[in-house]
């Protein structure tokens, strides 16, 4: 089974730190992504990667950055967190081509304070 | 541009009833369609998903859907719930050719009565 891991399921973090979320994927997959989920709004995608060192923004990236230096690890920084980035956020993986679906980790529910 | 409505944020069924979730999906490309579960503290798991191979596509659990071009529909359904169908389900559209972005809709939380 494919397996994404989030490194943290809970995190409480101050206005203003920088924060980091980490993703790794165990299938070698080429697309990795960050999702946040709320409340009504469903997932919305932040940032997503196709390859190492590649990135590419998605519908809601103010605010963040990413990293991919290793094929199996993707990273979301927070650059200065605030109060407004408190929510649940999910990272995904999948294979190349578009018909195959993502698998997603368990989450981590971050809270801003 | 894909995009997908999800009709019913909230649904309640009773134990054995029939389950209906409502996905209308817009797209300007021929479209992969899918629907994910996800239970109370976990990621989204894959239900079933329709890659144009057959309108009519089973999933786990029980769950099937029908894709309709003509209705731009794509409905979960089971024809009896059970207390540990009880999640939030999401319906989501993404494009066939090349490199394509998943787009969701905004979620279903399906409600089970004993």
Same mark, same amino acid.
């Given at each position: 089974?494919?397996?994404?891991?989030?490194? !943290?399921?809970?995190?409480?973090? %101050?206005? @203003?730190?920088?924060?980091?979320? &980490?993703?790794?994927?165990?299938?070698?997959?080429?697309?990795?992504?960050?999702? %946040?989920?709320?409340?009504?709004? @469903?997932? %919305?995608?932040?940032?997503?990667?196709?390859?190492?060192?590649?990135?590419?923004?998605?519908?809601?990236? &103010? @605010?963040? !950055?990413? !990293?991919?230096?290793?094929? &199996?690890?993707?990273?979301?920084?927070?650059? !200065?967190?605030?109060?407004?980035?408190?929510?649940?956020?999910?990272?995904?993986?999948?294979?190349?081509?578009?018909?195959?679906?993502?698998?997603?980790?368990? @989450?981590? %529910?971050?809270?801003?304070? | 541009?894909?995009?997908?409505?999800?009709?019913?944020? =909230? #649904?309640?069924?009773?134990?054995?009833?029939?389950?209906?979730?409502?996905?209308?999906?817009?797209?300007?490309?021929?479209?992969?369609? /899918?629907?994910? #579960?996800?239970?109370? $503290?976990?990621?989204?798991?894959?239900?079933?998903?329709? *890659?144009?191979?057959?309108?009519?596509?089973?999933?786990? $659990?029980?769950?099937?859907?029908? /894709?309709?071009?003509?209705?731009?529909?794509? =409905?979960?359904?089971?024809?009896?719930? =059970?207390?540990?169908?009880?999640?939030?389900?999401?319906?989501?559209?993404?494009?066939?050719?090349?490199?394509?972005?998943? #787009?969701?809709?905004?979620? *279903?939380?399906?409600?089970?009565?004993?």
């Amino acid at each position: 089974d494919v397996k994404v891991t989030q490194s !943290s399921r809970y995190l409480v973090k %101050r206005t @203003g730190e920088k924060v980091f979320l &980490e993703c790794v994927q165990d299938m070698d997959h080429e697309n990795m992504f960050w999702y %946040r989920q709320d409340p009504g709004l @469903g997932l %919305r995608l932040i940032y997503f990667s196709y390859d190492v060192k590649m990135k590419e923004k998605g519908d809601i990236p &103010e @605010g963040y !950055s990413v !990293s991919r230096e290793k094929k &199996e690890r993707f990273s979301l920084i927070l650059e !200065s967190a605030s109060t407004n980035q408190t929510s649940m956020y999910l990272c995904a993986s999948s294979p190349g081509t578009g018909s195959q679906p993502q698998h997603f980790g368990d @989450g981590t %529910r971050l809270s801003i304070l | 541009a894909q995009s997908v409505t999800q009709l019913g944020s =909230h #649904v309640s069924v009773s134990e054995g009833a029939l389950v209906l979730l409502r996905c209308n999906y817009s797209s300007s490309v021929p479209p992969y369609l /899918f629907w994910y #579960v996800q239970y109370p $503290n976990q990621g989204l798991q894959l239900l079933l998903k329709y *890659t144009s191979a057959a309108t009519l596509v089973k999933g786990i $659990n029980g769950f099937e859907a029908e /894709f309709k071009k003509s209705e731009t529909s794509f =409905h979960l359904t089971k024809p009896s719930a =059970h207390m540990s169908d009880a999640a939030e389900y999401f319906c989501a559209v993404s494009g066939q050719v090349g490199f394509q972005k998943l #787009v969701f809709g905004t979620g *279903t939380r399906l409600l089970v009565s004993p």
